[in-house]
Structure formats: structure tokens, C-alpha cells
């Protein structure tokens, strides 16, 4: 199993999250991918991020509409 970091930033909309994710991406010449998180489903998301490069940074917009079923 690679090991892997992995950071959850949350809080209220406008809270300049997104400038903290574009510093990052722009200091450390990351690729970002943005997924609106209620557009997919469990199977999918799995194979997306088994296909993404070794080091990138996430968004995924629109947690909060996830439904554990």
C-alpha cells in the first residue's frame, strides 16, 4: 500500500480554501483535478483515483451532499 498524505481542509464558503489549494498547486508545480464530488458514484471515484499521477492535490467540491447509504 502506498503511503500517502492526505489533508481535509473544511469550513464555511469563502473562507479562501481554494487561494490555499492554487498556492499550493503554483508552489510545489502540482497538476490539480477538480471533481464536484455529487456528479459521481463510489465505483467511479475508486477508478479515478487509482488512475491519478503519484502527486497532485484533489478538490472535491460539493462534499457535504454526500449520502452514506
Known sequence: IPYRKRYLLYGLP????????????GRFDLDVYILN??????????????????????????VDTISIA
Open 14 to 25: 469563502k473562507t479562501e480554501k481554494s487561494n490555499l489549494y492554487l498556492s499550493l498547486v
Open 37 to 62: 464530488i455529487s456528479t459521481i458514484d463510489s465505483q467511479s471515484l475508486s477508478t479515478l483515483l487509482i488512475k491519478l499521477p503519484s502527486y497532485y492535490i484533489l478538490l472535491l467540491e460539493n
